[in-house]
């Protein structure tokens, strides 16, 4: 498996934010923002095949 690295730039209250929720449900700060990815891909993944967004970043009216 490859790592990868992420970097998010926060604010400290944010940082301390995070920190509590993580801890609240027994993670890591890294585990929870993960976790939290992958859950709002899923979520966004699933919208997308019920139709209710589109996710296609190209710009149509411009190619219209």
């Known amino acids: 498996m490859k790592?990868?690295?992420i970097m998010l730039r926060v604010t400290m209250e944010q940082k301390q934010?995070?920190?509590r929720m993580a801890r609240k449900?027994?993670?890591t700060i890294t585990?929870?923002?993960l976790f939290n990815i992958m859950?709002?891909?899923s979520k966004s993944e699933l919208s997308e095949l019920k139709g209710e967004i589109d996710l296609d970043?190209?710009?149509k009216e411009i190619q219209e």
């Open 3 to 5: 790592d990868a690295t």
């Open 17 to 19: 934010a995070i920190k």
């Open 25 to 27: 449900q027994g993670m």
């Open 31 to 33: 585990e929870f923002v």
């Open 39 to 41: 859950k709002s891909i």
């Open 57 to 59: 970043l190209e710009l």
